[in-house]
């Protein structure tokens, strides 16, 4: 399984990718903003995405792969420091399948993840 | 010109219209006595007084306006204080973790010294894979607290989008008070960093369980629909 890893922060990128590979995902490519995945969604199976970004944030990047065909079944977690409750109903209003407030370790993550994916086996 | 000056100019002005404003009607009066009633004076005087009220409705509203850019001014350096109080502990417990982290790595790393001294095998490979797991731990621990980064990144962000508000408040007041001859000031029109203003590395538990919630309740209401 091939993530994408959304993030305008490289130290982010970073440590959402190397918290991947500790629980057991080591295929991962990266994007610093909304508008760089949205170029690279088609090569990927999984998106994990940040919220705030310039050009394009997470929650535009969320109802833009929701509003097209070819990509609105792609299983996607927001990782965010918002954690206000409105921001929350925002983010699932867009269409995210799961929500990760940072600061983050590696086990909430791998949760998210396979709760995501049992979901859309099921 | 500070808020003190400013507060006392404006009594002194509305005391001084005041003063004005009695010294018209006296002055009217003293045209009534004398039988100059409708005459270029009375007109005068009239002008006068209602200019002398127009005045005064500006001086209500300057003062109206001042105590208004007063409370939101302090609420905002309130609230900036607050973030950068925030961003100082949050960048004292990220360092605290990953010096503590740090420590029990190297105490590992002697632990492991000491198994390789030791020259027997058996236990000592079990045990020093034991220990090999126990750094990669810490060292991960180490790679996480380096979220704080992040968040405190949105944190300054959000002060400095409060320090631009309040640079341009005081901009438009200078302006106000100067008639409009205020210097040009150099209002920084760079574009800031995207930031939270909910961006915090305090309790991540519950502010996941909140997520968690929603999403739960979204999910039950999905199932049994």
């Known amino acids: 399984m091939r993530f994408l890893v959304v993030d305008d922060s490289a130290t982010m990128r970073r440590i959402v990718v190397n918290s991947l590979q500790r629980v057991g995902f080591s295929d991962v490519v990266e994007a610093s903003d909304g508008a760089e995945a949205l170029e690279k969604i088609a090569t990927v199976d999984f998106v994990i995405t940040d919220w705030n970004m310039p050009k394009v944030s997470g929650a535009e990047l969320t109802r833009a792969i929701r509003s097209c065909d070819e990509t609105k079944s792609m299983p996607l977690i927001m990782v965010t420091a918002r954690s206000v409750r409105d921001d929350i109903l925002t983010a699932m209003e867009a269409g995210v399948d799961s929500y990760v407030v940072k600061p983050f370790t590696p086990q909430v993550l791998r949760e998210k993840i396979d709760a995501v994916l049992a979901t859309r086996a099921a | ?225």
């Open chain 2, 1 to 225: 010109m500070s808020n003190s000056r400013i507060a006392e100019v404006l009594y002194d002005s509305e005391t001084m219209l005041r003063l004005v404003d009695s010294e018209l009607e006296e002055l009217r009066d003293d045209g009534r006595d004398t039988g100059l009633r409708g005459n270029n004076v009375g007109v005068l005087l009239a002008m006068m007084q209602r200019a002398t009220s127009e005045i005064a409705q500006v001086l209500c509203t300057l003062h109206t306006s001042r105590e208004a850019l007063q409370g939101v001014t302090l609420q905002e350096i309130h609230d900036s204080t607050a973030k950068l109080g925030e961003v100082c502990s949050a960048t004292e417990l990220a360092a605290t973790r990953m010096m503590d982290g740090l420590e029990r790595a190297h105490a590992y790393v002697d632990r492991l010294d000491e198994i390789d001294a030791s020259g027997s095998f058996d236990d000592s490979i079990v045990e020093a894979a034991a220990v090999r797991a126990k750094v990669r731990d810490e060292l991960f621990a180490v790679m996480g607290s380096l979220q704080f980064q992040d968040i405190t990144s949105q944190q300054l962000g959000h002060v400095a989008q409060m320090l631009r508000d309040i640079e341009r408040r005081l901009h438009a007041t200078s302006s106000l008070l100067s008639g409009g001859r205020a210097e040009a000031a150099v209002i920084a029109n760079e574009q800031l960093p995207t930031f939270s203003e909910s961006a915090s590395t305090r309790n991540s538990f519950e502010r996941q369980a909140t997520a968690d919630a929603l999403f739960w309740c979204d999910h039950s209401g999905k199932t049994t629909q």
